[in-house]
């Protein structure tokens, strides 16, 4: 399963870097995606909100409308990591960030629905407040 880190608390306004990262499997060759859910939400089926998605290789990149402009995908595969970098956070953007692997490339322009993606992580809280 991959493995989050970085969440906490941020200000609204602030900035955060989240981590991912897969002990025991390579995530070159890996398409990656980060959802956010509801505290307490994490069950398997339930609903989760797309952030963004990022392609094997960096060829491509996804974001939500709502993130767009504000948060930025990347990835590190030396590091065997992916990134989200939560800029300008607003208090919507709180929440649960889990990450997943996306089996097979979507679209370079929709986020994937959810039941494509496996591997989740546990997740990592994110709370916005002033």
């Known amino acids: 399963e991959l493995v989050e880190s970085g969440g906490g608390s941020v200000q609204p306004g602030g900035s955060l870097r989240l981590s991912c990262t897969a002990p025991?499997?390579?995530?070159?060759?890996?398409?990656v995606g980060w959802f956010r859910q509801a505290p307490g939400q994490e069950r398997e089926g339930a609903w989760r909100?797309?952030?963004?998605?990022?392609?094997?290789?960096?060829?491509?990149?996804v974001y939500s409308p709502s993130v767009k402009g504000r948060f930025t995908i990347s990835r590190d595969d030396a590091k065997n990591t992916v990134y989200l970098q939560m800029d300008n956070v607003e208090p919507e953007d709180g929440g649960v960030y889990r990450c997943?692997?996306?089996?097979?490339?979507?679209?370079?322009?929709?986020?994937?629905?959810?039941?494509?993606?496996?591997?989740w992580g546990q997740g990592t809280q994110v709370t916005v407040s002033s």
């Open positions: 997943a692997r996306l089996r097979a490339w979507y679209s370079d322009y929709v986020l994937p629905p959810h039941d494509l993606f496996d591997r």
């Open positions: 025991g499997f390579p995530l070159k060759n890996t398409n």
């Open positions: 909100e797309g952030v963004a998605v990022i392609a094997r290789r960096s060829e491509s990149a």
